[in-house]
């Protein structure tokens, strides 16, 4: 079992930058391919950007802007967020597949956080 918590949201202007931080429960967090999705107002679930076996991908509107890292030691991951602009308004979600494929839909991840908000106002 993993548990994730996401913190960092907030509420910030366009142009400006945020880091989102997921902390993961776990002896075997090394092990999971990690990704970030999130769900704007009325909107579904959408890929943001995912790091597993050995390489990261992301979604084309954040590519650039966007960068996820991940600390093993710490059992963390983050997405560094820059050039916010009013639609990457968004609960944010962190999730973990067990086996480490990073794919891009979120039926492949066993586990998943509670989500922070993210505002950007123009």
């Known amino acids: 079992q993993v548990q994730l918590v996401e913190s960092g949201g907030k509420l910030v202007q366009a142009g400006g930058s945020l880091r989102l931080s997921c902390a993961a429960s776990?002896?075997?967090?090394?092990?999971?391919?990690m990704a970030w999705f999130r769900q704007a107002p009325g909107k579904g679930y959408e890929f943001v950007a995912a790091?597993?076996?050995?390489?990261?991908s992301y979604v084309d509107s954040v590519k650039g802007r966007f960068t996820i890292s991940r600390d093993n030691a710490k059992n963390t991951v983050s997405l560094q967020m820059n050039s916010l602009n009013p639609e990457d308004t968004a609960v944010y979600y962190c999730?973990?597949?067990?086996?480490?494929?990073?794919?891009?839909?979120?039926?492949?991840?066993?586990?998943w956080g509670q989500g922070t908000q993210v505002t950007v106002s123009s």
């Open positions: 776990g002896r075997t967090f090394s092990t999971y391919a």
């Open positions: 790091i597993g076996g050995g390489s990261t």
């Open positions: 999730a973990a597949d067990s086996r480490n494929l990073g794919l891009r839909y979120g039926n492949a991840y066993d586990y």
